[in-house]
């Protein structure tokens, strides 16, 4: 299929443009004209692009005030970007894309900020919901962190008002990440630091709902129930088979349904034969949920805290389902997980598991051992129905039907006050 910015390749080259101007023109007028054609909601990106080249042979520069003098500048400082990411057009992002690709993307035009409210084009875009322009602006480099004159940043605007809806169908699903990256776990090609947001090498028609982060792994869990991962393998903590290093996010192609240390057998399955619902990251270890109920964990077992086996020097490199008793799913299909470094918890409305090294976090008393090699269902006599549960070194964090707040800490449950949270 042709894409809108090839269209207006064609479409110019096969035109003949002629302007009456000089490539260093300086026109108010032409400005205006150009103003007004790409604000105008009829016209095809393609006539607008072929406007603009007829309206002012030097229309980029002309619209971005580049060689004007203080007293030629636009009186409210915003520039064709500007007006583009204001547009309500539904083909902006195109012809966005095609004057950054033929035109250049300088820094002083990409983050220039009017002078009304000191918005750049990226707040222009946010403002106006024109998301498919913000991706155009980022992947050529505009900046996230510029203020407007009331301190807010792009991002800030996209959440100031969180009942605002935005829809744009025709937009890519772009991931981005910034940070440390020497672990490889935020997904980029190259093991920087990025100060910035920068696009993730991700498949664009993987539409992400969640993501998991550990210092030295990544998972990611698509709308369609696949775990990607990316970062350090060593112990097996991406799922992918193997303990080498993943740079950009891969797929995690098979999970082991059952197996038999003694006779060193597997029995596995596609992973895409099974549909998963959430995932969570630690350190050494990963684990995950899928839609039917069922509970997987993969990595390093140090601590107990895959659910499959004593020993722990035992190691899965790949996501092994975690058994329970024949009519088990009868009466619990779990809906969550979370991984902290020592331990593991699986959560449905009804019941929560634990396993792992028992610090006083996991519910269960001091003389049930420092470890528990298996998921042990929690006693929760105070808690009739779970909402939500999270876990780190030292504290477990059940959220109850009603909105209470429980932690499992020191070897105690305990409720906490309304009026602290």
């Known amino acids: 299929m042709t894409s809108s910015r090839d269209r207006i390749k064609h479409f110019l080259d096969s035109t003949a443009i ?21 604000m105008n909601k009829s016209c095809s990106d393609e006539y607008v692009a072929a406007y603009l080249l007829y309206a ?60 009304e409210s000191g918005y750049t084009p990226l707040h222009k875009s946010i403002l106006y919901g024109n998301l498919a322009c913000s991706q155009v602006l980022l992947k ?44 490889y776990n935020l997904g980029h090609s190259l093991p920087i630091r990025k100060s910035q947001f920068d696009v993730i090498d991700f498949p664009s028609s993987s539409c992400v709902k969640q993501i998991s982060m550990s210092n030295y792994h990544t998972l990611f869990l698509t709308k369609n129930g696949s775990i990607l991962a990316c970062g350090h393998g060593a112990c097996g903590r991406l799922g992918l088979g193997d303990e080498n290093a993943q740079i950009v996010p891969k797929l995690i192609e098979t999970v082991v349904l059952a197996s038999n240390a003694e006779l060193q057998t597997q029995t596995t399955t596609p992973s895409s ?32 805290s895959l659910g499959h086996s004593a020993n722990p020097n035992d190691k899965e490199l790949r996501p092994r389902l975690i058994h329970f008793p024949k009519n088990f799913k009868n009466t619990c299909q779990f809906v969550g997980c979370a991984a902290s470094n020592f331990a593991s918890v699986l959560w449905s409305h009804n019941a929560i598991y634990t396993f792992g090294e028992n610090l006083g976090h996991l519910g269960h008393s001091k003389q049930d051992g420092q470890f528990l090699h298996f998921p042990r269902k929690v006693i929760m006599s105070t808690i009739q129905s779970v909402e939500f549960v999270t876990m780190n070194n030292n504290v477990t964090a059940i959220v109850a039907a009603k909105g209470d707040v429980f932690v499992l800490q020191n070897f105690e449950c305990k409720k906490i006050a309304n009026r602290y949270i």
């Not at 099974?274 to 949920?289: E, G, P, R, T």
């Open 273 to 304: 034969k099974i549909q998963f619902s959430f995932v969570s990251a630690s350190n050494n270890h990963s684990l995950a949920v899928s839609v039917d109920g069922d509970a997987y964990s993969w990595g390093d077992n140090s601590h107990r």
């Open 18 to 38: 002629q302007s009456d101007c000089t490539p260093k023109c300086r026109s108010k007028m032409h400005r205006k004209m150009c103003r007004d054609a790409i």
């Open 56 to 115: 002012c042979q030097n229309f980029y520069k002309n619209c971005c005030n580049q060689g004007s003098t203080s007293s030629d500048k636009f009186q409210n400082g915003d520039n064709i970007l500007h007006w583009i990411c204001s547009s309500s057009s539904g083909w902006q992002s195109n012809l966005l894309a095609w004057i950054l690709e033929n035109f250049g993307s300088q820094d002083e035009i990409l983050n220039a900020r009017d002078v």
């Open 140 to 183: 050529h480099g505009a900046a996230i962190n510029v203020k407007d004159f009331d301190g807010l940043t792009a991002i800030d605007l996209l959440i100031a008002n969180t009942n605002t809806v935005f829809s744009d169908k025709s937009a890519q699903n772009f991931l981005y990440g910034c940070g440390e990256n020497v672990s």
